[in-house]
């Protein structure tokens, strides 16, 4: 089921996302991901999540108008057609996919909203990642 | 790390933890996540919860961190995460996980992870697309 006032369509302004050793250096530890070394460095499958925090424009929990106490991450998915390299300058924008509407498990209504965010290689324009976040809005409290 | 992956074989055992509040506060500095809810704890139980708690994006870079150390790193072409539960301070994981399926003809392998607690109880599911070597190539 479709919301009234869907959100679908809704795109953020583009945003500039570097890739830099040193924040890949601090992203690594702290997810414990061993190919970070002196001598070879690996992104983070995750490391996108950096991005989607420090760069994103578009704010979804804002303009979908959601009640923070009952909004969940439900998913997050990242698709590549190759692995992000410390010093690659991505230019990334984000798109509001899918945002529906289902009963929830214990009755009242959850809404799902999908938010797809493509991060290109800026000189190349060439799609590095694809990412799709799921944001969920628990059912409220029934009056 | 793993040459060629085969249908049935399984993530090598790590644990994570106990995980500490630091954990939370360097993953929220590194992820430029400062929700107050991972690292106040006061504004955490303000909200409800007993305590401060992980980030799931903690959670799903710890899993990632899991399947890249096995199947090597540069492999990645699909990584998904679904949110179960959360993660505590004192909590310890690890991860469990096994390819369920090889595509040949793709050069890739399908891999299903989840992420638990000592006590097994789930905290988050993944599944990923890997490029998988092929048996004559090296």
Redesign the interface.
Known sequence: MIVADSLVGLQGEPFRFPVDES?VR??A???????VTPDAM?V???FP??AA??YETLDILEVAGFDL?RV?????????TR?LRVGDRLVGRSTVVSDTVREGRRGGQMRLVVLETELRDEPTEELVVTCRATVIELPGVST | MSDVLQVGDRVPHRE?GPLRRT?FV??A?????FNPVHHDDAFAQA?GQPSVFGH???S???V??A???WVG??R????????VDRVWPGNVLHPEGTVVAVDESAGTAEVELELLRADGTLVVRADATVKNRTEGHR
């Open positions: 924040k601090e992203f530890r702290a997810v414990r991901d061993d190919h690996v983070p499958p995750t999540a950096f925090s420090a106490k969940l991450h439900g998913e997050q998915e990242y698709h590549y692995p | 994570f954990d360097r993953y500095g590194a992820s430029n996540d909200a799931g994006m903690l799903a870079g710890l990632a961190s399947l890249t150390a790193p540069d990645v072409v699909r990584y998904r995460v679904r949110f």
